[in-house]
């Protein structure tokens, strides 16, 4: 796979583009972006060798797409519509059901791999890519069964050279279970950003007080908003579903409180503890 | 200052044993801990140098107490009766008003100083205790002026050592203040990490799709609920009134999500996105 074009040269796509370009040096990268700004920048960073256009994706061995997910379902059908047959198309967005659906009864569906590499950080835009993002992350792979079997391979073989585990999932699972591990964090950490900022306003130092335990738990509300409104909108029953949860929980746990029994507020904590393991994968 | 004691050689009360033999390696560090065995593994650490009892206390020249808020209230007083007209005390406790008030009338009032170091990790016990755990870290101090000026003194120069900033707070200030950017996290974690456990405790693998933002977010649910449950009891209104307004926020945001105003949910996530600029102190 030597022509790889890459359409959104953000964090995800970008450093996609850096690793390959590392585990082959042949490959040559071609940047497709709706800010010319930013191909500027991941040109000057290295990060592509060359800017391109639509009309260029018939030469592509392999097109990601990394672009906000209301831009996936304008864009990946035109991707597809371009491509050659050999061509190997993936994508990495945080939601994967109305993806899936848009380009089901496209003509090259079987040139399209549904994917969501879990991996990121809180920054964006091309500076904001890294060598190795990839490494020891999950990728979640959704109805492999309808991607031709030697682009499969391809596509495997590169997500292992990057250092990647792959899990198979149906679009609709995917949606559900990520809304809880990862969508509901991220509007957590930007309430409790908003709570905490309302109060505060007018009293500058205190945010001297915050701790390291502060700054871990409201990292994600530096996420971009251009990023995550479309992926709450695509994702809106299950999201919804998990912040009614989340309140009902942080409500109990406030009735707790009030009624004085700090008994069972230790038992909440102490029934939680065990996250630690879960997390260590020791369950 | 020579006699160290250390009363709960802990995470919190361990580092601070760790960093003041580091400085200071004349000094002795006696440990005090109603577990036995977190003593034998302070000493066989090298955390500390010799078990001690209250009976000693006499002969301290600094007694640092860093035991869970609620034994605070009992066990401070009992050291003041204890400590000789020279010795320094200071907790380290996350709240300030209860403790404060138990000793205002304490005939040994000028030998205490109320600290708060915000500093700490998740994990706790003689083993997570680290060196340099305080460097660069804030330490909140109240009610200054009722220490007596000498014993202020050997604090802030100890303090300054370790590499801490002070900032001085009266004690009502610092537990309404703290509520938000440190009580409240807790909870948010906690309640996140129950509501995530919850849905998927039939679903293992589930975690597999768990990345770092979840692991930032849900950090704090690893705390120690004996330390965290006495610091909510003490703190109950402060906090009650943060977990109001964050679940108010919470239900804001679901509405928006649900009568599809998604300009509006981009908003609020655009107007907390300077929570970047607030922490690295550019605001």
């Given at each position: 796979?030597?022509?790889?074009?890459?359409?959104?040269?953000?964090?995800?796509?970008?450093?996609?583009?850096?690793?390959?370009?590392?585990?082959?040096?042949?490959?040559?990268?071609?940047?497709?972006?709706?800010?010319?700004?930013?191909?500027?920048?991941?040109?000057?960073?290295?990060?592509?060798?060359?800017?391109?256009?639509?009309?260029?994706?018939?030469?592509?061995?392999?097109?990601?797409?990394?672009?906000?997910?209301?831009?996936?379902?304008?864009?990946?059908?035109?991707?597809?519509?371009?491509?050659?047959?050999?061509?190997?198309?993936?994508?990495?967005?945080?939601?994967?059901?109305?993806?899936?659906?848009?380009?089901?009864?496209?003509?090259?569906?079987?040139?399209?791999?549904?994917?969501?590499?879990?991996?990121?950080?809180?920054?964006?835009?091309?500076?904001?890519?890294?060598?190795?993002?990839?490494?020891?992350?999950?990728?979640?792979?959704?109805?492999?069964?309808?991607?031709?079997?030697?682009?499969?391979?391809?596509?495997?073989?590169?997500?292992?050279?990057?250092?990647?585990?792959?899990?198979?999932?149906?679009?609709?699972?995917?949606?559900?279970?990520?809304?809880?591990?990862?969508?509901?964090?991220?509007?957590?950490?930007?309430?409790?950003?908003?709570?905490?900022?309302?109060?505060?306003?007018?009293?500058?130092?205190?945010?001297?007080?915050?701790?390291?335990?502060?700054?871990?738990?409201?990292?994600?509300?530096?996420?971009?908003?251009?990023?995550?409104?479309p992926i709450f909108e695509q994702n809106k029953t299950n999201v919804i579903e998990t912040l009614e949860e989340y309140i009902n929980n942080l409500k109990h746990f406030k009735q707790l409180m009030e009624s004085g029994d700090f008994e069972a507020v230790y038992n909440e904590m102490e029934t939680t503890n065990h996250i630690k393991e879960i997390l260590n994968g020791n369950?």
């Amino acid at each position: 796979m030597n022509n790889i074009f890459v359409i959104g040269v953000g964090l995800i796509g970008g450093s996609f583009a850096l690793d390959i370009k590392s585990h082959n040096s042949e490959s040559r990268i071609y940047g497709i972006d709706k800010s010319e700004e930013h191909l500027d920048e991941a040109l000057s960073l290295g990060v592509i060798d060359e800017k391109a256009n639509f009309e260029d994706l018939n030469k592509a061995d392999l097109v990601i797409v990394a672009i906000p997910v209301d831009a996936t379902l304008e864009v990946l059908p035109k991707v597809l519509d371009q491509v050659s047959e050999h061509a190997i198309v993936f994508d990495a967005g945080s939601t994967k059901e109305d993806i899936c659906l848009k380009v089901k009864q496209h003509p090259k569906r079987r040139n399209y791999l549904a994917a969501h590499p879990i991996a990121g950080t809180e920054y964006s835009g091309p500076s904001a890519a890294i060598k190795g993002l990839y490494k020891n992350k999950t990728n979640i792979i959704c109805e492999v069964e309808d991607t031709a079997f030697k682009l499969q391979e391809k596509a495997l073989k590169l997500f292992s050279e990057l250092g990647m585990r792959i899990r198979y999932m149906n679009p609709k699972a995917h949606d559900k279970h990520i809304a809880y591990v990862s969508h509901l964090s991220h509007i957590s950490s930007f309430m409790l950003g908003k709570t905490v900022i309302e109060k505060e306003k007018n009293e500058r130092d205190i945010f001297d007080m915050a701790g390291s335990g502060f700054e871990s738990t409201v990292r994600l509300a530096k996420s971009s908003p251009a990023m995550w409104t479309p992926i709450f909108e695509q994702n809106k029953t299950n999201v919804i579903e998990t912040l009614e949860e989340y309140i009902n929980n942080l409500k109990h746990f406030k009735q707790l409180m009030e009624s004085g029994d700090f008994e069972a507020v230790y038992n909440e904590m102490e029934t939680t503890n065990h996250i630690k393991e879960i997390l260590n994968g020791n369950q």
